[in-house]
Every structure is written in structure tokens, then in C-alpha cells.
């Protein structure tokens, strides 16, 4: 099974057909998907100008969409590798407790489903670096906020399970995103909760 970078050189390569190429890219998000395949999917096709279910697109779009793709990775890639050395300092200190931040990096380990988001057509539209520095620099930070790590609103409904969605959680309802509880003030809990029971979870 070709790995992530492999799949990015098949991206770039002029020799194949435009639909390989896609197929290429379509793969990559089964090794790197911060909101989800079909999330991450619809954010790069949206903001490379790719209709989502052409199968021959222009190869330079592609190209635009892997290029914001391969910037998220190796953000994420770093933060993966600066959370598994401080990790081991901790442990050979004899800091064994888990906190909040590692339950969230196991959870999202392996870069899928990192900043999930509440239906795959309704996602950040900032660049996908930006939104996951966003979300670790919060999660580092270690302090309940009262609004949304990604964007700033302080509108949630608490989104309940489904079949579609990966857990129950409070969902952000300008931008979509699940934010991990966590994050989020006790009174902002309790609000997303209040508005999930009186049914307002559309976006503003």
C-alpha cells in the first residue's frame, strides 16, 4: 500500500491522466484527514476550485489542493513528534498522569478526524494549517475558553450521536467544528446544551 508521500509524488506526476491524479489525492486523506475524508474532501475541492465529483479536474488544482494538504501534515507531523518527546520527559521524570491533551492526541493520533466537523459540507474555511494550529495552540493552552478555538463564536449546540457522527459533543454553529469539551467553559457546555433541546442548531 502506497504511504502518503508516494501517493503526493503520483499527485504531481505530469504523466498520468488527470483522473489518476485525483485518485492520488483521494487516497492521501486515507493517511492525513484532520476534519474527516469526506470533510477534508469538500474544504480542499472548495478551496481549489474543484468540483467535488469531477473526475477530470485541472491538474494544477490539484496540485493547490495537495500543496494546503502537505502544509497541515507537516504541522501536524511536528506537533506529533514535540508531544512524543515531551511525553517521554515526562515519564522519566515519573509524571505519569494523563491529562486532557493526552487523551485528545491519542484519540486523534495518526492525523484522521483531528478537528472533526459536523457535516462533511460544513467545515472552517480557513487553510487547514490554520485551523489545527488553532486547535493545539487551545489544547496546549490548558484553560476552559467560553468561545470556539477555530473561530471564535460562542454559539455551540451540543451535537447528539448518530450513525454519521463520530461521537456526541458540542458543535461550534458558525463553523462546524466539534470542538473536544475540554476546551470549552463549563457555561458554554451547558448552553450548547440548552440549545440542542430546543432544537437551534442551525448555523446563524
Known amino acids: 500500500m502506497a504511504g502518503f508521500r508516494a501517493l503526493a509524488e503520483q499527485v504531481r506526476n505530469p ?8 485518485t492520488a489525492l483521494r487516497k492521501c486523506l486515507e493517511r492525513f484527514a484532520p476534519y474527516g475524508h469526506r ?3 469538500h474544504h480542499l475541492c472548495t478551496r481549489a476550485g474543484i468540483a467535488t465529483q469531477d473526475r477530470d479536474p485541472d491538474p494544477e488544482r490539484l496540485v493547490a489542493a495537495l500543496t494546503e494538504l502537505e502544509e497541515a501534515r507537516s504541522l501536524w507531523l511536528a506537533y506529533e513528534e514535540e508531544f512524543a518527546a515531551r511525553r517521554r520527559k515526562e515519564k522519566h521524570d515519573g509524571i505519569r498522569q494523563v491529562g486532557a491533551l493526552d487523551d485528545w492526541h491519542r484519540r486523534t493520533w495518526g492525523g484522521c478526524d483531528i478537528v472533526p466537523c459536523e457535516s462533511p459540507h460544513r467545515h472552517p474555511a480557513a487553510r487547514l494549517a490554520v485551523v489545527l494550529h488553532r ?3 487551545a489544547m496546549e493552552a490548558g484553560r476552559p475558553r467560553p468561545d470556539c478555538p477555530v473561530c471564535g463564536s460562542t454559539r455551540f449546540a451540543w451535537l447528539p450521536e448518530t450513525a454519521d457522527a463520530l461521537a456526541p ?3 461550534c454553529r458558525q463553523c462546524g467544528v466539534l470542538a473536544p469539551v475540554s476546551v470549552l467553559a463549563p457555561e458554554t457546555l451547558r448552553a ?13
Open 15 to 22: 504523466r498520468l491522466v488527470a483522473a489518476q491524479r485525483r
Open 39 to 41: 470533510a477534508t474532501w
Open 135 to 137: 486547535m493545539i495552540t
Open 169 to 171: 459533543g458540542p458543535a
Open 192 to 204: 450548547a446544551h440548552r440549545a440542542h433541546h430546543m432544537g437551534v442548531f442551525a448555523a446563524a
